[in-house]
Nanobody
């Protein structure tokens, strides 16, 4: 069955760094664009970043540009989110998701574009 399993979440101080991983199985990973979303307490799920199936095209939400980096390793069926200069507003549950190759870039910011979702991993920023 299709699975997306996030890991790497935890507690980190303001200004620190954290690297999230999402291991995929049950579908042809290399044929899917991958995205990261997050949901903070009391907030709706927010777009964080996306990477095309080729790995060439990347986009980020305004709140994380310059601080977060998305990458993928097709040999390991894994997508990563490197988070630097973390701040309190980054506290959230982080989710990875998969969208079929060929999806229009303009649609990769939208939750409804993605076919598969992980269960999420908690990231908490402390002071």
């Amino acid at each position: 069955q299709v699975q997306l399993v996030e890991s790497g979440g935890g507690l980190v101080q303001t200004g620190g760094s954290l690297r999230l991983s999402c291991a995929a199985s049950g579908f042809t990973f290399r044929n899917y664009a991958m995205g990261w979303f997050r949901r903070a307490p009391g907030q709706e799920r927010e777009f964080v970043g996306t990477i095309s199936s080729s790995g060439v095209i990347k986009y980020y939400g305004d709140s994380v540009k310059g601080r977060f980096t998305i990458s993928r390793d097709d040999e390991k069926n894994t997508v990563y989110l490197q988070m630097n200069s973390l701040k309190s507003e980054d506290t959230a549950v982080y989710y990875c998701a998969a969208a079929p190759r060929g999806t229009y870039v303009r649609n990769l910011y939208r939750e409804t574009t993605y076919d598969y979702w992980g269960q999420g991993t908690q990231v908490t920023i402390s002071t």
